[in-house]
């Protein structure tokens, strides 16, 4: 079992900057897939940005270029490097995990999830 831990949210005007840190409970396997996923107020969860075992990264049509995720060298924590945040880039941001080594956009393909960290973006 592995337990993530989101930190780094916050609230910041239109325009700002967030770094988003995701910790694994253990060091997971180099070869895993780990990703950042939000979920807006009545809003299904969508993928934010992913990053493969092989360090493919992936991101969401809405990033445009916003948005670096990054993992340690440790591999057992992830970032998400936030620029140019919008009042729509509001949602609860999520860290997931799957246990191989590349990456999907389905929520239900990720076998681990943190509790979350609130990101607010006010005009």
């Known amino acids: 079992q592995v337990q993530l831990v989101e930190s780094g949210g916050g609230s910041v005007q239109t325009g700002g900057s967030l770094r988003l840190s995701c910790t694994a409970s253990?060091?997971?396997?180099?070869?895993?897939?780990m990703a950042w996923f939000r979920q807006g107020l009545g809003k299904e969860r969508e993928r934010v940005a992913s990053?493969?075992?092989?360090?493919?990264?992936v991101y969401g049509d809405f990033v445009k270029g916003r948005f670096t995720i990054s993992k340690t060298n440790a591999d057992n924590s992830m970032l998400l490097q936030m620029n140019s945040l919008k009042p729509e880039d509001t949602a609860m941001y999520y860290c997931?995990?799957?246990?191989?080594?590349?990456?999907?956009?389905?929520?239900?393909?990720?076998?681990?999830w943190g509790q979350g960290t609130q990101v607010t973006v006010s005009s």
């Open positions: 997931a995990s799957r246990i191989v080594g590349y990456c999907s956009d389905a929520t239900a393909d990720y076998n681990y």
């Open positions: 253990r060091v997971t396997a180099s070869g895993y897939c």
């Open positions: 990053i493969s075992g092989a360090g493919v990264t």
